[in-house]
């Protein structure tokens, strides 16, 4: 069982590199230091502000967090029938100012994130997404 929910895993950490990958495509005018973090049930290490808005959406379901922070940008069914959804904010200039990648379970539970950006903060309505 601990192969399976390793190779799961591996897989997983593999769809959220790559989404993230593609989420850091774009021209850079003014390059500013990129944060990075992830977590699920862990204590947050980094960006403490932004981490604990992210880590309070754990064990919750996936359709507040939407209600909350609009639709995503992509969403992937993952094949263990949970799903990614990808959040995008993107500056006045069209540079991507930060990326959020959430993951939920089969059941529509998040259960972790990831981001990558330099101007990462919990969205206000329509934030995510859209220039500004």
Not at 29 to 36: G, K, L, M, R
Not at 66 to 90: F, K, M, N
Request: charged fraction near 20%; include cysteine; charge should be neutral.
């Amino acid at each position: 069982m601990q192969g399976l929910a390793r190779r799961r895993f591996v897989r997983l950490g593999f769809l959220a590199a790559g989404l993230l990958a593609l989420g850091a495509c774009g021209s850079r005018s003014n390059p500013a230091p990129v944060v990075e973090g992830s977590g699920s049930t862990t204590a947050p290490a980094g960006k403490v502000d932004y981490e604990q808005a992210l880590n309070r959406w754990i064990d919750h379901p996936e359709e507040e967090l939407i209600a909350d922070w609009g639709v995503p940008e992509r969403a992937q069914r993952l094949t263990d029938g949970g799903q990614a959804l990808e959040y995008r904010r993107i500056g006045t200039a069209g540079q991507m100012l930060c990326t959020t990648l959430f993951t939920s379970d089969i059941y529509g539970v998040v259960r972790s994130w990831t981001y990558r950006g330099a101007d990462c903060r919990a969205p206000r309505l329509g934030d995510y997404g859209h220039p500004g």
